[in-house]
């Protein structure tokens, strides 16, 4: 509930800015919210070939967003968070004493600030295109409880694994109006970011693991997007997305002993793909 409430003040928040700054001169602000369903893959490397662990969630995300524009120059602000996590659950009998019954989720939260600038305003044949830069930052969560019962002796295994990235990005889009229905748009990016796998195993038997492993990151995306006018200043898009995040680790920090260890370039590779499609409103002040 708590968290629910810090969301709805966050949104109430965005459009009380929005109507403070639609006063400025010259400035226009558009509050928007967009709902995405996404659908994600996580690929393990260790020496060159895979480990064995193929996460595939599926979940949704809200994401309110706060638009200005003056000029050619433009800012975006956004955060986005699950609001439908993706929850699986399995039963395993290993033989008529043995099972084992897993539940899993798994959740992500993004934000990010974008800045742009319109290098070219658009001619009868060509529409504008756009340069843009900005950060960001996000966190993709994955959980798994496993209940082992070995003939009646009953113990359980906590897995907890966070990607996180964070860094800048620069992209490009461009866009094009068809008549009066609507405009469509593509656009393309590339970030460099640092990126940081926390992993934490721990289970009934006492064992456990608790390691951060550190790396460099490269994010490429590529989307498509259709805007329209509902009424007045009221507009909708809806659009399609692509990201890949690479993962290469170069160090490993243990949290129980202390240790640090360097890992050579290109022995645990990580690899993070994020599908969307998506639908919103935003209105213009």
Do not use: C
Not at 85 to 90: A, K
């Amino acid at each position: 509930m708590k968290k629910i409430t810090g969301h709805i003040v966050l949104v109430a928040g965005l459009l009380l800015v929005s109507v403070a700054a639609s006063a400025a001169e010259q400035l226009t602000v558009a509050p928007g919210i967009d709902l995405s369903f996404k659908s994600s893959s996580f690929d393990f490397q260790i020496g060159g070939g895979s480990n064995g662990i193929s996460l595939k969630p599926s979940y949704t995300t809200l994401t309110p967003s706060l638009a200005m524009n003056r000029g050619r120059f433009y800012g975006v602000a956004a955060y986005e968070f699950t609001v439908n996590d993706w929850n699986s659950e399995g039963l395993e009998v290993n033989s008529p004493t043995d099972s084992t019954l897993t539940q899993e989720t798994f959740e992500r939260n993004e934000t990010s600030l974008t800045l742009g600038y319109r290098v070219f305003e658009g001619s009868r044949l060509f529409g504008p295109v756009s340069i843009f830069g900005g950060y960001l930052r996000g966190t993709s969560g994955w959980h798994s409880l496993a209940f082992n019962d070995n003939a009646g002796v009953v113990s359980i295994e906590a897995i907890s694994v966070d990607f996180k990235e964070d860094g800048f990005f620069l992209g490009a889009n461009y866009s094009h109006s068809i008549g009066n229905k609507g405009t469509l748009s593509v656009s393309a990016a590339y970030g460099a970011l640092d990126g940081l796998f926390q992993d934490v195993e721990t289970s009934g038997g006492g064992d456990s693991i608790y390691q951060d492993l550190f790396s460099k990151s490269t994010g490429l995306s590529a989307g498509v997007a259709w805007n329209g006018t509902i009424s007045g200043n009221m507009n909708y898009r809806v659009g399609m997305k692509y990201i890949n995040y690479s993962f290469d680790v170069d160090k490993i920090e243990d949290k129980i002993d202390g240790s640090v260890s360097t890992v050579p370039s290109g022995q645990i590779k990580i690899k993070e793909s994020i599908y969307s499609f998506y639908f919103g409103v935003v209105n213009y002040f």
